[in-house]
């Protein structure tokens, strides 16, 4: 039976107990954890444990996650028979199978024969930098967010994501995060122009978000942000992002800048539930797991 997961503490105990023993174990949970006991704080997880397989749900916003954590493919197969449904049959759920190509796909079989369907492919790609090359100087029209941003910055992203592939930051995360000083933006009078959302760990920095509003295109804004986010990151040795594999205009703008394909996917599957149609299709925007390119 689904149950309501209130500590991320319990949740570790239960992979440990999954994962000691598998010498074959599988898993799409990649999420640390303090962002786990987020997740939990705010009562959006519930799990259920069958088998040698534990899957976890994450309720976001009209639609769920799911992820699963597996002592092999055989247990995962016959948890995903008997309690992938274990929410209401009418809720959407994705799962995001990240891995080299061969593993990524082995699990998507088995989503597949369990009722999902490919909705999503990302590729990773990253920048490997020699951090004593030279910065630019600080560029005057860049700024950090402020927290007081969040709503804008929340309605600026929601305009463009698919909500689905994307991982949309729900409003606490973009103020935590320009409170980090993790976002920065372009204005025009009193509008968002562009930002650039991204998160850096030791020496790895994660590019989330980089988008230009349409009124905005082709007056430089996104080669401002990205030349300032590397000024800004300059103890970083390595950037990383994800983009749809069939975005090449994307790809381009991000090879022109130094990134290569690093050879991870994330296929995301989707199973819509009993009821089709009962949620609103997403526009087909945005290019990447939380990343999307620019025009200049």
Sequence with gaps: ??????????????????????????????????????????GALSQVEHCGCLLIFRR?????????????NHQLSTAL?????????????????????????????????NGFSEYKSLLRMVRIVDPRLPSEPPDPEVAFAAETDAPAI??????????????IPEPEEIRAAAGR????????????????????????????????????????????????????????????????????????KYEHYGFRREGLIDRIMIRQGAVRGSVTEPRPLGSGNGTAGTED
């Design 60 to 72: 976001d916003r009209d639609f769920y996650h799911l992820y699963h954590v597996a002592a092999g």
């Design 181 to 252: 000083s993790n976002i920065l933006i372009v204005r025009r009078g009193q509008a968002l122009a562009g930002l650039l959302f991204f998160e850096t760990k030791g020496l790895t920095s994660t590019l989330r978000y980089w988008y230009v509003s349409q009124s905005s295109r082709g007056q430089g804004i996104g080669a401002r942000l990205i030349r300032a986010y590397f000024g800004l990151c300059r103890s970083a040795q390595r950037f990383l992002l994800w983009v749809a594999n069939d975005n090449s205009e994307s790809i381009g």
């Design 1 to 42: 039976m689904i149950e309501p997961l209130t500590s991320g503490a319990l949740l570790f105990d239960a992979i440990h107990r999954i994962t000691r023993q598998a010498a074959d174990f599988t898993t799409s949970l990649f999420a640390g954890p303090e962002q786990i006991q987020y997740w939990a704080d705010r």
């Design 81 to 113: 028979a008997s309690h992938g449904g274990a929410l209401d049959s009418s809720a959407v759920l994705t799962a995001d199978l990240v891995g080299a190509p061969g593993n990524a796909s082995a699990a998507a079989g088995i989503y597949q024969e």
């Design 154 to 167: 929340g309605s600026f992203l929601e305009g463009l994501l698919d909500r689905f592939s994307d991982q």
